[in-house]
Every structure is written in structure tokens, then in C-alpha cells.
């Protein structure tokens, strides 16, 4: 079983940057999600559990950037640049298999959510 926290959403300007935490019970491949209202919950970024392989979404790479501190047991999510269109609901997920994958039915388990909404 594996538990996430994450923490860091809120309510910013168009440009503006933000970074959201994940704290997690343990070391496992992890990725970043968000759903906006009405519609499906996206992958954004995922890492590696050693940290060594980052990947993104297309509408989101060269703004965000995902890191690890494995020593503290948390993933980050670095957001540059924000947009209206990343606002949602943004979740974080552990899978116990070491490749990071871009669909949400492929993790095991899930964080509770942080808001993030972007004003333009």
C-alpha cells in the first residue's frame, strides 16, 4: 500500500509559477495527473522511481518540469508559465511496475488532489 499527499495548489495568474508536492510512503515509478471539469483525467508527467527518466505531456513539456528527492520521499511537479488550460485538479499516482506509463488505469494508487486554477 502505498499513500500520497500532495500539497502546493492554488489560485495564480496567467504566467505565474507554481510547484506542487507529492509525499509518498514509498519509493515507487510515480506520475502526475489532472482533470479539468467535464473532462477526462490527463497525464501530465512522470517519473522513474530513481528519478533518472522523466517524461511529459506535449501541452506541458519545457513549462513543467518533474523531480524527485527520493531521501524525503517526494515528488515535485515544477509548473513555469501557467495557462488557463491547466487549470484542474491535479492528482498524484504510484504504480508498483518500474515503466512510466501515460494512462491512469495503469496505477495502482492515488492521491486525494490539489486544485490549481489559473486566472487569465
Known amino acids: 500500500q502505498v499513500q500520497l499527499v500532495e500539497s502546493g495548489g492554488g489560485l495564480v495568474q496567467t504566467g505565474d509559477s507554481l510547484t506542487l508536492s507529492c509525499a509518498a510512503s514509498g519509493r515507487t515509478t510515480l506520475g502526475w495527473f489532472r482533470q479539468a471539469q467535464g473532462k477526462e483525467r490527463e497525464f501530465v508527467a512522470g517519473i522513474s522511481s530513481s528519478g533518472g527518466d522523466q517524461y511529459y505531456s506535449v501541452s506541458v513539456k519545457g513549462r513543467f518540469t518533474i523531480s524527485r528527492d527520493n531521501a524525503k520521499n517526494t515528488v515535485y511537479l515544477q509548473m513555469n508559465s501557467l495557462k488557463p488550460e491547466d487549470t484542474g485538479v491535479y492528482y498524484c499516482?504510484?504504480?508498483?511496475?518500474?515503466?512510466?506509463?501515460?494512462?491512469?488505469?495503469?496505477?495502482?494508487?492515488w492521491g486525494q488532489g490539489t486544485r490549481v486554477t489559473v486566472s487569465s
Open positions: 499516482a504510484a504504480r508498483t511496475r518500474a515503466v512510466v506509463m501515460t494512462t491512469p488505469g495503469s496505477y495502482d494508487y
